[in-house]
């Protein structure tokens, strides 16, 4: 079928290449219309004709052997699960367990090491401060006119 198809195709660029080579040419086109002895309407009617039945026969031939590349992929697919199913039965019949994906570990966490040239840390990391660090005031705050930012305004 592939030989086929590939055949058919070479036939229909021949043919391509005759048609483009008549209707860009008055005199080829002229020459073989005295070699046929057909009028000008017949010959370009038995051109439509070929291409039609050339075009024809492409679309058949195409549509055939894709349905044949669909079919082979299908039976290959099925040979594989006949395959994986094989082999989950062999793992089964010699561990006499189910086949079951060991649970993932938690991996280890490995502090980074640091930068070539960094200035070594010593001791712990001091937290900068917070709000809750800093001492009462005993000065109103100026966005908040009743001095509490939850508080009504007045």
Do not use: C
């Amino acid at each position: 079928m592939l030989l086929f198809r590939r055949v058919l195709t070479v036939v229909v660029m021949l043919y391509l290449l005759v048609a483009l080579l008549f209707i860009a040419t008055p005199a080829s086109r002229e020459s073989m219309m005295s070699v046929l002895g057909s009028p000008p309407a017949d010959f370009w009617y038995t051109m439509t004709f070929i291409g039609a039945v050339l075009l024809l026969l492409e679309l058949l031939v195409e549509n055939v052997h894709g349905v044949g590349l669909r079919r082979d992929i299908t039976r290959h697919e099925a040979k594989i699960n006949e395959l994986k199913a094989r082999l989950y039965d062999h793992h089964l019949d010699r561990n006499d367990a189910p086949l079951t994906t060991p649970a993932a570990a938690a991996p280890a966490y490995h502090p980074p090491a640091p930068a070539p040239g960094a200035i070594p840390r010593t001791g712990t990391a001091v937290p900068p401060p917070s709000a809750a660090d800093l001492p009462p005031t005993t000065h109103p705050n100026p966005t908040y006119p009743s001095g509490a930012p939850n508080q009504p305004l007045a």
